[in-house]
């Protein structure tokens, strides 16, 4: 017998019963997004690799080492997206988006080699916005009032907002000099990842999560001590907003960010329930990556959020929550040749009359007995039993499948209304 082929490590199938809460994350921010006045955009899984390396940076972890690239046909380099910022300002740039501001969203898979766990895939999704041509506080503060709203949206409460700001290129090039120093005094302290992003990427010694390291990062110089006046101001007023809006916060002096285009503001969205991985929305503003891609200068602010782990939350509240309704209303069962055969045209016929109707008419035939037991394995509210009788009065049998009640007859034109009034009330977030 042949082997069986298996997904590759780190990818993964969303099973139908899962699929629920993928639908509920994803319509949500949609409707979120949608009533800020942002526009979807759609970009390829493939781009060349020089994009990435251009805006990403050819010394960060992601293109060093996680990138899944390959030459195509014609020898030049592609790769498979590693996140969606990049793509989405080359789309910009090449159909000419950037006359006036944009607020623009987009979904969909990224790809990086990494080591899979809990959190962590190699295919993993993403929600992601970006906004171009506005340079103020206050759309910073409009990205974090956007994302506190889909919390509230989707009933996730236990999710807190860290801040920082990284201020200009200029000012980070002089904290960089300074820090780099610190960390050289320290040197025999740091752990090899460290040493080795010590001559890259200094800035990233600061978000290590080795326990060991945690002393020594404590001690090194704080990036907000060398923002200059503009940068202040800016990193001031954008706080002042979350605070009149109630939005809780903690400015967290260590939050870098792992991409290079980020200037000023930066925040991640973070959780305590999952592990290591509890970061599951993070951006900031990135006014240089535009012109760095070959266009003019524009301002931008953007962030992504991580559905797997969106997902997990979403699975662990339903998992304490009441029962959901389920995800048909009705199973409809038919006995007698004549009842078969009028079966699929009478549930038409409910369609037509109740769109939102959730219903399955049963197919292939089978006795009465194995037709219930397929309806109450579905997962149905209720079981519609459909007999020669019950055709020639123009009625079906409605039968409970989900809770006490006994079965009776209603008319085919009253099923829908009852069947969807039938429906538990959605539970508030």
């Not at 910022?85 to 501001?101: F, K, M, N, W, Y």
């Not at 400015?251 to 592990?275: A, H, M």
């Not at 123009?394 to 006490?404: I, Q, S, T």
Request: net charge negative; proline share 6%.
């Amino acid at each position: 017998m042949a082997k069986n082929i298996q997904a590759i490590r780190g990818m993964h199938d969303m099973l139908p019963d899962q699929i629920g809460l993928w639908q509920r994350l994803e319509d949500g921010t949609r409707q979120v997004l949608e009533s800020y006045g942002y526009r979807e955009i759609r970009t390829p899984l493939v781009e060349v690799t020089e994009l990435f390396k251009r805006s990403i940076g050819e010394v960060t972890d992601i293109v060093e080492k996680e990138m899944y690239s390959f030459p195509d046909s014609s020898g030049d380099s592609l790769s498979l997206r590693p996140e969606g910022t990049a793509s989405c300002v080359r789309a910009a740039i090449e159909h000419g988006l950037l006359d006036q501001p944009r607020r623009l969203w987009y979904r969909g898979p990224m790809y990086r080699h990494e080591r899979p766990q809990k959190g962590r895939y190699r295919q993993f999704h993403q929600i992601g916005v970006e906004v171009f041509g506005l340079e103020g506080p206050d759309i910073d503060q409009e990205v974090l009032f956007l994302t506190a709203r889909l919390w509230r949206t989707l009933g996730l409460a236990a999710l807190r907002l860290e801040v920082n700001s990284l201020g200009d290129a200029e000012e980070r090039a002089a904290y960089r000099a300074e820090l780099v120093a610190y960390l050289e005094a320290h040197h025999c302290h740091l752990d090899e990842d460290s040493r080795r992003r010590l001559l890259t990427n200094p800035l990233r010694v600061l978000d290590s999560k080795n326990p060991e390291l945690r002393e020594v990062i404590a001690g090194a110089p704080i990036l907000l001590d060398h923002l200059g006046e503009a940068s202040r101001q800016h990193f001031a007023a954008f706080c002042a907003g979350l605070e009149a809006a109630g939005i809780p916060y903690e400015v967290n002096p260590r939050l870098v960010r792992g991409l290079d285009y980020y200037n000023r503001t930066v925040f991640e969205w973070i959780t305590d329930d999952l592990g290591a991985q509890g970061t599951v929305c993070a951006g900031g503003r990135y006014d240089g990556l535009v012109a760095q891609l070959g266009g003019r200068p524009t301002p931008a602010v953007g962030f992504a959020m991580g559905l797997e782990r969106l997902v997990a939350l979403l699975e662990a509240a339903a998992a304490s929550a009441p029962e959901a309704s389920p995800a048909l209303d009705a199973y409809l069962v038919a006995v007698g040749d004549a009842a078969q055969a009028a079966a699929p045209t009478l549930a038409e016929r409910l369609r037509d009359l109740a769109p939102d109707l959730r219903l399955q008419c049963h197919c292939g035939g089978g006795s009465f007995k194995s037709q219930f037991k397929k309806a109450d394995r579905s997962g149905a509210r209720f079981a519609l039993v459909l007999g020669e009788g019950e055709l020639a009065r123009g009625v079906l049998g409605v039968k409970p499948l989900r809770g006490e009640g006994e079965q009776r007859d209603l008319p085919f034109d009253e099923l829908g209304p009852f069947l969807l009034a039938a429906r538990p009330t959605p539970i508030s977030g």
